[in-house]
């Protein structure tokens, strides 16, 4: 059960994790989506972290123990336990065979579950300004994954 200051911490985090949602560029279909049905589903948790995908309008929602990803255009919610989730960096600015086009640096969460539903969560830049933002981004993955 939670104490009084546990739960208007989780709800001042779904707050914020809602406010960003409402900010990316994604349909009015979505904002409503995120803030009826994963508002519901999220009453309650405890969450330690968020990271949004400005790109498709999905999201990664970190509880204590699992990871909820969000994709609005199928309207899906997967859960998966943190045990099988993995990290995974790709770094290509030093790379002089890197092509023209396509992302400098790219990150992943996956897991592949027992009933073949894949966790792929990628973020991914073509500029180089845009690395430390995605860093950051991992820095938190890690750190809910250790």
Sequence with gaps: MQSGSDSALSQLR??????????LETCENH???????????????????HSTNPEDGSAVIFLN?????????????????RGMVHCFVDDKR?????????PIFST????ISP???E?????SCEEEHEVPTIQNEVANWLSWLN
């Design 14 to 23: 779904v707050q914020e994790f809602l406010d960003e949602v409402c900010n």
């Design 31 to 49: 904002i409503s989506w995120y803030n009826v049905d994963v508002a519901t589903m999220l009453e309650g948790c405890k969450i330690r972290g």
């Design 65 to 81: 123990e699992s990871v909820v990803v969000c994709d609005p255009k199928e309207a899906s919610m997967q859960h998966y336990p």
């Design 94 to 102: 030093n790379n002089p065979e890197q092509e023209e086009e396509g």
């Design 108 to 111: 992943e969460l996956f897991s």
């Design 115 to 117: 009933r073949g539903e």
């Design 119 to 123: 966790l792929c969560y990628i973020l």
